[in-house]
């Protein structure tokens, strides 16, 4: 199963809206065959799996390991469960059942029902962590929510300046270049009035080769100039006219996007964690201090899970208490 997980992460850019998914096949406690999901709308794990084995005929005396519940419905592909069923693989080890509708548990019994074993709940917790987007998304019917910024060491987020001024840059190329590849993997990027005026973001993925995700901001009172980026119709944008942040990420439900980052600025980012709307947050720490300027946002409710440190700069990585 820690196999299935690794193949599984090289779907991470192309595999979203779909979860990500990995597949072994074993026989006689050898690999046989693997795949992973690699692109939305293509073959899935368990189908690229099965084509990967040179010898069809050792199919009935193997197990298929799948980090994700067999789908037993038609969308873009044939259902995975009835492919197991046709090459009449005896036994199947899950990692985690599929919240989505159209599967949640009918892969599994469509598997029992054919008379194959079937073994759920193995690496459980790293499976759920694997696609704990496209969970979210389903179970609470809204975007998976990221925070992002970055600050000083004593907790500012930037100088006072005032429009057009360049910011302080907290970033190094490379810590830089980690953010955009952010944005490849989540399908929206979302920044609020203030920082479109005073920054006039792109919200691409210059530096990362991978989708330039949904751009996304506030504006309530028609301030925003035609002239800014996200007014150039080079990449999706949706400029809502609410601060009502439910709203907003109901509607970005309806939309289909299963990942929200939020990049800024301060007052944006801390309505998300008052409201209690954010699911991780990344704070990449400069080695420096600014003495004053726009305080940083308060992470109550949230839990240190990780900590990377590169350049000099620490990149803090926290989950919410739910």
């Known amino acids: 199963m820690w196999r299935c997980i690794q193949l599984a992460k090289c779907g991470t850019v192309g595999a979203p809206p779909n979860p990500m998914v990995g597949a072994v096949i074993v026989y006689k406690d050898k690999i046989i065959g693997e795949g992973y999901h690699r692109r939305c709308g293509g073959p899935h794990a368990e189908v690229n799996a099965i084509r990967s084995v040179r010898n069809e005929s050792l199919l ?8 994700l519940e067999p789908c037993s419905h038609y969308g873009k592909t044939p259902p995975c469960a009835d492919l197991i069923i046709e090459k009449k693989i005896p036994r199947v080890v899950v990692g985690c059942m599929d919240p989505f509708a159209k ?6 019994r469509k598997l029992r029902d054919a008379g194959i074993e079937v073994v759920v709940g193995v690496l459980e917790k790293e499976c759920l962590e694997l696609n704990k987007r496209f969970i979210t998304f389903h179970q609470q019917h ?6 992002k910024w970055a600050q000083s060491e004593d907790g500012f987020m930037d100088a006072e300046r005032r429009q057009n001024e360049e910011p302080v840059k907290f970033s190094s190329h490379f810590t830089q270049t980690l953010v955009h590849r952010m944005r490849a993997m989540n399908q929206a990027i979302m920044v609020g009035t203030k920082t479109v005026l005073m920054d006039n973001p ?3 993925t210059r530096l990362w080769e991978g989708p330039n995700p949904l751009r996304v901001t506030i504006d309530r009172n ?12 080079k990449v999706p944008t949706v400029i809502y006219n609410t601060g009502d942040l439910r709203q907003i990420l109901a509607d970005l439900y309806k939309r289909g996007v299963q990942s929200l980052m939020v990049e800024g600025g301060a007052q944006l980012l801390q309505h998300f964690i008052d409201e209690g709307l954010w699911d991780e947050a990344r704070v ?3 080695p420096f201090c600014l003495g004053s300027g726009v305080s940083a946002p308060n992470v109550r409710d949230g839990n240190l899970k990780g900590m990377l440190c590169v350049d000099a700069r620490k990149i803090l990585n926290y989950s919410r208490e739910m």
């Not at 028609?222 to 119709?233: A, E, N, R, S, T």
Request: hydrophobic residues 40%.
């Open 142 to 147: 809204r975007p998976f929510v990221t925070l």
């Open 103 to 108: 599967v949640n548990g009918q892969g599994i």
């Open 202 to 204: 792109t919200l691409t």
């Open 222 to 233: 028609g301030v925003l100039p035609d002239f800014i980026h996200l007014k150039d119709g």
């Open 60 to 67: 009935k005396e193997s197990i298929i390991y799948v980090s």
């Open 284 to 286: 990449e720490v400069a």
